[in-house]
C-alpha cells in the first residue's frame, strides 16, 4: 500500500524535517509576493529544533513575516519548556528576527487571561471583525504518539470548539496548562505543514490517516486527510504502519 498523495515520507527524520522546512518557506515566499507579507504559526516540541535552527541561517524576507504560535505551555517565557523560548534560542534570535513580528502567549499571566490577549492580539495583527477568525498562511504542528496535535488531546473538551481563536486547557496527561489555537482555526489556513518522525508516532499516525474519522479520538486528523491543505513530512519510522 503506497502513502496517501498528501504524505510525503523519507528515510530519515533529519531528510523529513528539511524538507518540511523548505515547504515552509515556499508557501511563505508565496504569500509574500502575492500579498507583500506572510503569517505562520509555529509549533514546539524538540522536532521542530533542526528546522528553526535551519531557518536560523536561511536568508529570508523575516521582516515580512509575522509570526504566532499554534500552543503554548504556561511556563515563564524564559523557561526551558517554553515553545517560544525554544523558537528564540535556535532561530529568532540568530536570524535577528524582528521582534515586532513576533507574537508571543503572554505565559505571565494565568492561562485563561493569557488565552484572551493571545485571541485579541491574533485580532488586532490580522485585522479581524469580531466574529471572524484567521486565516493563516502557513500553519506548522506536530502530531504525538496519543494523536493530538497543538495542545488538542484526545477527548479535550476544547475539541468541539468553533468560534474561539484560542483558549487555555489543562492538560491532565501532562498536569499543565496550556493555550492553544482551536480546530476552528487549524482548519481555516491557508497551508498546514505536520511534521512527524520516529517509530513512536507509526501507530498514531496510521489510526490518523487511513483509520474513521474520529477527531475526539485523535485530534490529529483535524485537517490533515486527504483532500485537505495539509501536507505530511514523516520518516520511515513512522510510516511503516500507514504504507504497508
Not at 166 to 186: F, I, S
Request: proline share 7%; net charge negative; hydrophobic share 45%.
Amino acid at each position: 500500500m503506497s502513502a496517501p498523495s498528501h504524505v510525503r515520507c523519507f528515510p530519515n527524520a533529519s531528510a523529513a524535517v528539511h524538507a518540511c522546512g523548505e515547504q515552509i518557506l515556499a508557501w511563505l515566499a508565496e504569500a509574500i509576493a502575492q500579498r507583500g507579507q506572510a503569517t505562520l504559526a509555529i509549533s514546539g516540541g524538540s522536532s521542530p529544533k533542526p528546522m528553526f535552527e535551519m531557518f536560523a541561517h536561511t536568508s529570508f524576507s523575516w521582516d515580512r513575516v509575522n509570526l504566532f504560535w499554534v500552543d503554548e505551555r504556561c511556563v515563564p517565557p524564559d523557561d526551558p519548556r517554553s515553545n517560544f523560548k525554544l523558537a528564540r534560542d535556535t532561530w529568532l534570535a540568530p536570524a535577528h528576527f524582528p521582534e515586532s513580528h513576533i507574537h508571543r502567549v503572554q505565559t505571565e499571566a494565568p492561562p485563561a487571561e493569557a488565552a484572551r490577549a493571545y485571541s485579541a492580539g491574533i485580532r488586532v495583527a490580522f485585522g479581524l471583525r469580531t466574529a471572524e477568525l484567521p486565516q493563516f498562511d502557513v500553519i506548522h504542528r506536530g502530531m504525538g504518539a496519543d494523536g493530538h496535535t497543538a495542545s488538542l488531546f484526545p477527548e479535550s473538551p476544547l475539541l468541539p470548539e468553533r468560534d474561539a481563536i484560542a483558549a487555555a486547557v489543562y492538560v491532565e496527561k501532562m498536569r499543565q496548562w496550556r493555550v492553544t489555537l482551536t480546530g476552528a482555526v487549524l482548519e481555516a489556513a491557508r497551508h498546514t505543514a505536520i511534521l512527524a518522525t520516529g517509530a513512536d508516532k507509526a501507530a498514531a499516525l496510521e489510526a490518523v490517516l487511513r483509520g474513521p474519522p474520529d477527531t475526539l479520538k485523535y485530534p490529529a486528523q483535524i485537517a490533515s486527510r486527504e483532500g485537505s491543505n495539509a501536507v505530511w513530512f514523516v520518516d520511515q519510522a513512522a510510516a511503516q504502519l500507514a504504507t504497508t
